[in-house]
């Protein structure tokens, strides 16, 4: 049996198997630098961060009285 892979993750610093890495081709390893479960959390708080910033994109809407914000305005300010 080989002993498998392990790799140091970026985010909470534990050694863990290389199947706890999503692959990433960019990667010189091929996997990337954080571990799934850190990768998960941080998704989690981009996800919420484009969120509070759609939310306030549409504030403006209404304030500005410049009517309904389209699908396309919230893409363009999330996509920033
Ligand atoms: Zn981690």
Known sequence: MHK???KQCNGCSVEKPLTH???DKTQKDGHMR???ECQRTYD???AGTLRRKAR???KDANRNHAGT???YDVA???SD
């Open 21 to 23: 890495f999503y692959g």
């Open 76 to 78: 363009f300010v999330i």
């Open 69 to 71: 914000l389209s699908f």
């Open 34 to 36: 954080k571990c799934k």
């Open 44 to 46: 989690q708080q981009r």
């Open 4 to 6: 498998p892979q392990t």
């Open 56 to 58: 306030l994109a549409t």
